[in-house]
């Protein structure tokens, strides 16, 4: 292969090849994303990006079974089709339970607990070995810069990642569960991004105070807005109607106010959002007016107004908030889908299903808030859960749940906003997704992504929850899941008739990817290995026109981190996650300073269920010894080291 390049592209080849480790991308001479200097004093500008992909690890080296493994490398082709090959890793920015600067002098444990009065929250189940709650779930993060931003001890550039925590699995006994009982912390850190490497150090971190907005509840999947801010989640909002009866509710309202009946169900599950302050500090707000819903991973599009929401539930449904104004999520309307016919999974079906929508209600955040202070649920609705013979109820399945309900006169507003599934159910939304996940956009083609974790339950005909005629309805289950692909249009009008006013609204949805349910194979997997499985996270990189998708998966004994190019077809699995463990806070940043980023976290390693059997006994002293005795996870980004210099195509 002849060598072809010029000295003003080799000497920024040779600055490339003298960094030991940088993040994906170089520098303004010769970035992914910007122009190379090319031969004969032309420009020779990126092409595209493709990645190889690294086979599973196996129990021949358990090692890599037992932590991040990262066996992948990024191909840059540029114009004048010289390609320059990167060899990826994965650098944590710290493991939960570490301790970490509060850029004071002090210090801070990363992912920790505290209750309504920014105190610690202990966990006394040890006797003798009390010691603060800290998260083993982190998960949605953001990557941002900030205007004018100043922070003591940045010596580069200050960059921000916001970073949400969902849950801890365990207390510290092992056998106590924590699932749910715990207000979710939410961090900004503050990073020191290295000029010269692009590298990415951890400065400051920052706990923000959540207890204006009533703390957080099951913070999940999260997206950057166009604007700069976090969007955060509140998912599996808990039932008002059974809220007396909800031990792990009253739990958390123990945990974060210490008093067990004094959190109200109604300030959760709604959309939080973080806006990051020059200094590394941080504020947050809910919007109460984006439905009360499963929400995970809210994805707004780039008229800055229309957002498509994931809504993680059995018998859930395509949510829609469309704002009154850009960049400002507090006041709009939601709209619930109906599906026609024509629905599949299966990639290889000929059409898409068509989409319509039905307008919920238009509200203000400050009125819903309102609302949710002062209303009981028997103020708004009544709830059966047997036929009671009374024609004016009418018979809807919601949460995995038949029941009958009746709105109260006047009430559906409230309805609407703050009993959103069962209200949606109501005015005939399709409800029959099971689990659907992340949510994000390809802007240039106008098409969406939703992630489907599983695909069972209310979408199987025949289930109990499946309601018919809703056009959801599959032949059987797929437990591995799939990822729809939705085409967003303008000039769409409701089911009433009346114009939406978006250019961004989805039209029709049909199958992209599918994962592939087997029988166990050596190893454990009950999902084909060499296809995703369990989709959660979605984040979609513009410039390397590539899906990355991160799993959720009770079906493969390690879960992967995929790319996904949407113009080639290639599907390569980038990063394996400690086995037993989930891979979160994946967020693709195009360029941040002239670099580009791929951030990914993932929870709970060595979280064993009964496709582990064949590797738990291997793999559980190694997780062990990795992560804190299994309660620590890592929160960090992808890597990149040159591989070769940038040679021309032979």
Known sequence: MPQTTMPTRRKALQFLAGIPMLPIGTSA???LLATACGGGGSDATFASASFTSMAAPTLANAAAMATTTVGSTLNVKLSDDSVQSYTLAYQPFF??????????????LAGGYVDINNQPIVDKTVAGAERQFFSDAPDGTSLLTVPNAKVDGVKGKPVFAVVQFEYTTWAQDGKTDMYGKLPSPIAVLTLDQDQSTGKLSLVKYHNVDTSKVHGL????????????????SEEYEPDAFSIASNTMFQAYSQNLYGDAAKANPYHYGHMPEVTVNPDGTGSIKKHYCMGRISHELVQVMPDQRTALMGDDATNSAYFVFVADKEKDLSSGTLYAAKVGAGFSIDPAAASAAPLTWIKLGSATSAEIEQLANTLKPTDIMNVQSKDPGDATFTK????????????????????AFLETHRYAAFKGASMGFTKMEGTTVNAKDKI?????????KSMVAGDATNVPGNGVSIPKQLKAGAVMALNLKGGQKDTAGNAINSEWMPVDTKAL???????ADALGNTGNPNKICNPDNLKFSEKMRTLFIGEDSGQHVNNFL??????????SRVMSIPAGGESTGLHAVDEINGWTYIMSNFQHAGDWGGIH????????????????????AAVGYLTGSLKQPALAKA
């Open 217 to 232: 509840w099951i913070t999940c999947g999260a997206s950057l807005s166009p604007w700069g801010t976090h969007l955060s």
């Open 396 to 415: 809807i399945v919601a949460n995995g749940k038949t029941e009958w309900i009746k709105i109260n006169p006047g009430m559906d507003k409230a309805a």
């Open 513 to 519: 990817l599918a994962g592939e349910d087997i029988a």
């Open 562 to 571: 995929w790319a996904y190019n949407v113009d080639t077809k290639q599907l």
């Open 448 to 456: 969406a992504y939703s992630a489907l974790q599983n695909c069972e």
């Open 613 to 632: 059997n064949v590797v738990k006994t291997t793999l559980d002293p190694l997780i062990k010894a990795n992560y804190k005795n299994k309660a620590g």
């Open 29 to 31: 001479t010769a970035s």
């Open 95 to 108: 493991i939960t339970g570490d301790m970490v600067s509060d850029g004071k002098g002090g210090k801070l």
